[in-house]
């Protein structure tokens, strides 16, 4: 018992502190979600429809807000306030080419935003940001794993595709702020696979595989070695899993396949009718939806049927599509299906051979002619489908979520992963002279392939304020710019100044930068950074210590081979690297001797970071956004309580005039009520009716409330009556009971009592508490013949004359004075103590005197104490008693 209550509430104090993880495995047509919670099973979330996947899409609907697949099916008649395929637009620019291919893929309208990003415009002319409407799909998500965690969830790994640039990045932690998650970690979709593919493996051999995931948006090839190895501290088995190439397209999804289905049911509708149904949107968005359903079909089979009912102009729309005139359709895309794996080996610097699986994933290896393309690249014995296309991202998400949170118990998985794409630092070099134009410097400082998670410290021999600019050294995409951002680096001379007084020489700006386990790239710190000889006792002291020498040396040394000295400017970071190593503690252990160490010293710089190009939202904006997504929530409740009362008062009042029906005759209604009283509310009937079909569509929340609380009123007293009559049969069984029961115990009693007098033998009562009892139970016996005859007069469309609950409570004050009697137990030690009657008689008087709990207290210090509960009374051994099981 001990036991278990200790497991249990170590379980309770875990949960409080055990947050969940939700995982999304974000797509540009389906949301999957997984959620990670002690106790909760590890499966994918359902949504409430019971669909493991949800659609993209949010959409409007008269005002209503909608997701999943409700939305995207509204597309075909809300084409203008269907917003599907949003993805597409993250962190781009409203004038790359990926924009105007959305307006070719989706329906809704677009506007350039005040920071050069895509608006979608509702048909009423709201203006939504992308990364806004992206974040009404995660809080829709959150709410759902709410639901299923019965508590708040905020954590959340998202996955993003791992040629995501930057901006990109940026949309999405945007968007999930937004939501009101926060951002646990973004995580490629291809190494989210790789995590959940070795969650059930062990890999004793290392091997490689290539996650080939073929989505909507794009396909990408992800090179992933795993080695299950024993970590050398603490000799458990975990498994490493490196990324060591990616390789990808970005125009080849999915959706550019249902884009090109639908080319060919265009074609076929405009040949058929002369006309050109790309005029109409509906029918566009019509046309969209069939092609899907089409595409799905021959996946499996060699022809479909496509049909749209009136498809536009009140034309009935069918045609016949063969999958070779898909596939011929799609003939151009067949040779680039397989080059994302070529690419991944070959920036992994392997081969096919080193190979040991193809893993497939991603709606779109479904596909035959994508699978048979694939199969022809890399031979059809390395192909695997061992894990489930759509779910194995979201679920390893989640686990890596769990991982990363350090508060699941979970399979040792370590992942290291790389950035794909070259990114640079470029900054001016200090004018020589006053005229001369400033040198641009540029070192590429995490070049495609760097793992993430990385730190590089540069070195700067500057001796003012300066920029630096981080740039990708290509566009990471059609029309997308290239540089990210501009930071600028001051308070330099001050900062030289102040080391220069103390007797430094020479020093240096040192910058960090990082590329987080997400993916972002940034100036993490600045610092000037000057060696001054110490040559007081404690800088002797400190220096012989090594105290304070080494914080950053080991990132200096890493800038050391990574930032190349092109020029005098950037050769500075080897020199720079090679004092920080002569002044580490090492060295001072090795010449203890030495009379002055250089002591390091640095001073922040102030950075100010800004976004050139594509800005991610500020602070201010994503507040702005956050309140105009609570205000629709807030709508929406409001919405749904005002509903909500609307059907429970519409389906009172169908209740009501179903009692009042002049079928329904001698129901307990009828027989209850007065004709006066069924007019009163016959007639409120009719103008509640009156009211909510005049009304009703305008009607607040709390009127439908008044309104029935008004009915109520009226009908409550005919209820009343229906009530007692129901209850009161079994109240007067009741009162009878104990009636009965407290006549037979008293028989009983006085017989005991006069037998144990003329034995000379103690007793439990004196014939005084006898007495009480006795007075008690005529009370009771009086009230209830009196009353019980009046009630009988009484019809049952009058009020009733006693209440139940009277009954029960005076039943209740008999049952309790028996009860302390019947519960005494025997004096103990009567012989001794000669004068019992006179304490006997002191209690009796007290108990009548209305003391009521402690009548026992005074027969035997034993006596446990009575408690008035029903618990208690329950144990009373009334066997011979009529009625006690009722108890
Ligand atoms: C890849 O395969 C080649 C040829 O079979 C082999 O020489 C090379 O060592 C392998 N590389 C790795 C990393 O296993
Ligand atoms: C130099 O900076 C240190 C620490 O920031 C400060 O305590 C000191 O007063 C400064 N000295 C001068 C001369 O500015
Ligand atoms: C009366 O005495 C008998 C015999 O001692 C006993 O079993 C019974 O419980 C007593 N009755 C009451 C009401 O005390
Ligand atoms: C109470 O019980 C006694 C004895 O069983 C009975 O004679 C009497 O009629 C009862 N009184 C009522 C009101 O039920
Ligand atoms: C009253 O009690 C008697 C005896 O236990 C039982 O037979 C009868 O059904 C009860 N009546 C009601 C209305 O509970």
């Not at 240096?508 to 997400?518: C, E, H, I, Q, Y």
């Not at 002049?662 to 103008?687: G, H, M, V």
């Not at 439908?704 to 009123?713: N, S, V």
């Amino acid at each position: 018992m001990r036991l278990l209550t200790f497991w249990t509430i170590s379980a309770l104090a875990c949960q409080l502190a055990l947050a969940s993880v939700l995982a999304i495995d974000y797509g540009t047509d389906f949301i999957t979600a997984s959620l990670m919670k002690p106790g909760v099973p590890f499966d994918v979330l359902l949504n409430k429809d019971s669909k493991r996947k949800v659609s993209s899409t949010v959409a409007w609907k008269k005002g209503d807000r909608l997701f999943g697949q409700d939305a995207f099916n509204t597309g075909s008649r809300f084409p203008s306030d269907t917003f599907t395929y949003l993805k597409t637009l993250l962190g781009a620019p409203f004038d790359a080419p990926v924009v105007t291919y959305y307006t070719q893929i989706a329906s809704a309208d677009i506007a350039e935003s005040a920071r050069r990003t895509v608006d979608l415009v509702q048909s009423h002319g709201t203006k939504w940001a992308v990364e806004e409407l992206v974040a009404m799909k995660f809080a829709y998500i959150k709410h759902l794993a709410e639901l299923v965690a019965n508590e708040k969830v905020t954590d959340v790994v998202v996955t993003v595709p791992p040629y995501y640039s930057q901006f990109e990045r940026d949309a999405i932690a945007d968007a999930i702020e937004i939501s009101g998650l926060r951002t646990l970690a973004i995580i490629n979709d291809g190494t989210a696979v790789a995590v959940n593919y070795a969650m059930t493996r062990t890999f004793p051999t290392p091997e490689y595989h290539v996650i080939y995931d073929a989505g909507s948006s794009g396909i990408r090839a992800t090179v992933a070695s795993f080695t299950t190895a024993k970590d050398p501290k603490t000799g458990a088995a975990g498994t490493h899993i490196a990324v060591s190439g990616v390789g990808y397209d970005r125009t080849t999804g999915g959706v550019e396949l249902d884009r090109r289905m639908r080319e060919i049911l265009i074609d076929a509708f405009n040949a058929k009718t002369g006309r050109d149904i790309r005029q109409d949107k509906r029918g566009m968005a019509k046309l969209w939806k069939e092609a899907l359903r089409v595409k799905a079909i021959l996946s499996a089979n060699t022809e479909a049927m496509a049909m749209v009912e009136s498809l536009a102009w009140d034309i009935d729309f069918k045609t016949k599509v063969t999958r070779a005139q898909f596939e011929e359709k799609c003939k151009d895309l067949k040779s680039e299906y397989a080059k994302p794996i070529e690419e991944a080996l070959k920036n992994a610097g392997l081969t096919l051979d080193n190979i040991t699986s193809v893993i497939f994933t991603g709606g779109s290896t479904r596909i035959p002619m994508v699978q048979s393309a694939v199969k022809a690249a890399v031979g059809e014995d390395k192909i695997a489908l061992n894990v489930n296309a759509d779910e194995a991202a979201v679920l390893g998400a989640a686990l890596y979520g769990a991982s990363l949170s350090r508060q699941f118990k979970t399979k040792a998985i370590k992942v290291s992963d790389i950035s794909v794409h070259d990114i640079q630092i470029s900054y001016f070099a200090a004018a020589t002279t006053a005229n001369s134009r400033p040198r641009s410097i540029t070192t590429l400082i995490f070049p495609a392939g760097s793992k993430v998670g990385a730190k590089k410290v540069l070195t700067f021999k500057r001796k003012e304020d300066f920029s630096v600019f981080l740039d990708y050294k290509f566009p990471v995409a059609p029309g997308f710019p290239t540089r990210m951002l501009e930071v600028e680096i001051g308070g330099v001379a001050e900062a030289f100044a102040n080391l220069t007084e103390r007797g430094a020489v020479d020093p240096v700006v040192k910058a960090t930068l990082t590329l987080s386990d997400s993916g972002f790239v940034a100036v993490k710190d600045a610092v000037a950074y000057g060696e001054i000889k110490d040559e007081s006792l404690t800088g002797k002291l400190k220096g012989l210590f090594g105290g304070g020498a080494s914080s950053s040396d080991e990132a200096t040394a890493e800038s050391a081979d990574n930032a190349p000295p092109r020029d005098s400017e950037s050769s500075s970071a080897s020199a720079a690297s090679s004092s920080a190593s002569a002044s580490t503690s090492a060295a001072a252990e090795k010449e203890p001797k030495k009379a002055a160490v250089p002591v390091e010293n640095t001073i922040p710089l102030s950075l100010e970071v800004t976004f050139p190009t594509i800005p991610p939202m500020t602070v201010e904006q994503k507040k702005t956004s956050r309140s105009r997504l609570r205000a629709i929530d807030a709508e929406e409740l409001t919405k749904t309580r005002r509903e909500e009362a609307r059907n429970t008062f519409e389906s009172y009042l169908y209740r009501l005039r179903d009692l009042l029906d002049e079928d329904n005759k001698d129901t307990p209604f009828k027989k209850c009520s007065q004709p006066r009283e069924r007019t009163a509310i016959a007639e409120k009937l009719d103008d509640s009716f009156a009211w909510l079909s005049e009304r009703g569509d305008l009607a607040e929340t709390s009127q439908f409330l008044d309104k029935r609380i008004a009915l109520e009123t009226l009908e409550k007293p005919i209820i009343h009556r229906y009530q007692e009559i129901e209850a009161f049969p079994q109240a007067l069984n009741n009162s009878q009971m104990w009636n009965w029961s407290t006549r037979l115990f008293l028989q009983e009693a006085r017989t005991n009592l006069t037998n144990e007098a003329a034995a000379d033998l103690p007793s439990k009562w004196t014939s005084l508490e006898l007495d009480a009892l006795e007075k008690t139970l005529r009370e009771h016996e009086a009230w209830l013949s009196e009353w019980v005859e009046k009630q009988k007069s009484v019809k049952s469309y009058q009020d009733p004359v006693i209440e139940t609950t009277e009954m029960k409570a005076r039943a209740k004050v008999l049952e309790s004075h028996l009860q302390r009697l019947w519960k005494r137990k025997v004096p103990k030690a009567v012989k001794k103590v000669k004068p019992t009657t006179t304490t006997a008689t002191t209690e009796a008087a007290k108990e009548t005197e209305g003391t009521t709990t402690t009548g026992d207290e005074a027969a035997g210090e034993e006596a446990p104490n009575v408690v008035d509960s029903d618990e208690q009374q329950q144990q009373i051994p009334l066997e011979e008693e009529p009625g006690h099981d009722e108890l």
